[in-house]
């Protein structure tokens, strides 16, 4: 789980590295995304397993059924929040670009082919910038606690038991 978690903050880190050094290419973003992904399903397996080591039979599946509905809530809580700070930060620095109404703002953040074409280019690929950079900032920040919670997980020994709480033998 730890290993997990560390890959997870790795791969947020080099997301944050990638929007502030101003080098967002593709290869970093796809690179950082598997990290991201990968390290989260280590982290989740890990997880699983000690709710199977420690959690009673009877009570595995609600176990479970708790912990994977947790994580979908804070995962659609964190989607929406990304979303909303996306739209209304997008906004706000496109609104500081010189030569763009309101109607020119809104244009262009719903509509990323026409933001590749409209002018002024470079302020408006500086606003992005500024709106992915605080994002990915977001993103780095609220990887750790689950790090540095996965120190307190208590540690488990998978031996023949069936689990430590029902102290139960497996039938051979």
């Excluded at 000690?50 to 009570?59: E, K, M, N, T």
């Excluded at 479970?64 to 804070?74: G, K, N, Q």
């Excluded at 605080?134 to 790090?147: E, G, V």
């Amino acid at each position: 789980m730890i290993s997990g978690n560390a890959i997870v903050c790795i791969a947020a880190g080099i997301i944050y590295f990638s929007a502030t050094a101003g080098n967002t290419s593709t290869v970093a973003l796809v690179f950082s995304q598997v990290l991201f992904q990968g390290g989260a399903a280590f982290a989740l397996m890990a997880a699983q397993t000690a709710f199977q080591a420690s959690v009673s039979h009877d009570d595995l599946a609600i176990a479970l059924a708790v912990y994977i509905f947790a994580e979908s809530l804070c995962n659609g809580i964190g989607a929406s929040a990304a979303g909303s700070m996306w739209t209304s930060s997008l906004v706000a620095n496109l609104e500081a670009v010189p030569g763009l109404n309101v109607t020119d703002v809104l244009s262009i953040a719903g509509d990323i082919t026409l933001a590749r074409i409209s002018e002024p280019r470079a302020d408006i690929i500086v606003a992005y910038d500024k709106t992915y950079r605080r994002m990915a900032l977001a993103a780095l920040i609220l990887t750790f606690p689950s790090f540095i919670a996965s120190f307190f997980n208590r540690e488990i020994v998978l031996d023949n038991r069936h689990n430590i709480i029902d102290e139960e033998s497996p039938a051979v």
